[in-house]
């Protein structure tokens, strides 16, 4: 089975401070996705990455970085974190090489505060 | 925006009976796909229908797709207290790898 894996579950910061998520995951999927997910809002696209060193912008990338220095491993970065992101963090990874529209594989999330 | 919208938004039923959902989305799609949430976890795929099928099945769960309409319903027969989460649809960009996902309903089952 796919596994993907999200260095925290919670996570308490201060605004301000630059925030790293981590995901990695073990099936060599070339796609991998960084949503969050707030109540009544559903899940939005933050960035996404086709390959390494590759990003594209989503819905709401303001106010995030990404890097992908790695096949396996997601980066999700918070530059400034502010109130506003506190939030439930999703990382997704889905193959390329059975084409597109491919299943999504989730982790588990990291549910973030900022304080 | 293209994003999903499910209905109803949440929905209570006993054990035993079917629960049906809905969702509604605006633009053409190559597939829609059908994701659960058990609360606190990541999302699960269930089941993908591409736009030229009109139903699909897998195991307990029946997916119909009417692309005239822009609707899909996900349709979980003889439902289980282990089927209690959030569920949601997702559509695709066309394109390729952007999935957009609804708001999710939420369904609780009764032991």
């Known amino acids: 089975d796919v596994k993907v894996t999200q260095s925290s579950r919670y996570l308490v910061k201060r605004t301000g401070e630059k925030v790293f998520l981590e995901c990695v995951q073990d099936?060599?999927?070339?796609?991998m996705f960084w949503y969050r997910q707030d109540p009544g809002l559903g899940l939005r696209l933050i960035y996404f990455?086709?390959?390494?060193?590759?990003?594209e912008k989503g819905d709401i990338p303001e106010g995030y970085s990404v890097s992908r220095e790695k096949k396996e491993r997601f980066s999700l970065i918070l530059e400034s974190a502010s109130t506003n992101q506190t939030s439930m963090y999703l990382c997704?990874?889905?193959?390329?090489?059975?084409?597109?529209?491919?299943?999504?594989?989730f982790g588990d999330g990291t549910r973030l505060s900022i304080l | 925006s293209q994003q999903g919208e499910e209905d109803p938004q949440a929905l209570s039923i006993q054990e035993g009976e079917n629960a049906t959902m809905n969702c509604s989305y605006k633009?053409?799609?190559?597939?829609l796909q059908w994701y659960r949430q058990n609360s606190g976890r990541g999302l699960v795929h269930l089941i993908l229908?591409?736009?030229?099928?009109r139903e699909k099945h897998s195991g307990r769960l029946r997916v119909t797709l009417d692309t005239s309409k822009k609707s899909s319903s996900l349709l979980i027969t003889a439902s289980r207290a282990a089927d209690t989460a959030s569920y949601f649809c997702?559509?695709?960009?066309?394109?390729?790898?952007?999935?957009?996902f609804g708001t999710g309903t939420s369904l609780t089952v009764i032991p």
């Open positions: 997704a990874s889905s193959p390329w090489d059975r084409g597109p529209n491919q299943p999504q594989h």
């Open positions: 099936m060599d999927h070339e796609n």
């Open positions: 990455s086709y390959d390494v060193k590759m990003k």
């Open positions: 633009t053409s799609i190559n597939n």
């Open positions: 229908i591409r736009s030229n099928e």
């Open positions: 997702a559509t695709d960009n066309f394109t390729g790898n952007q999935f957009y």
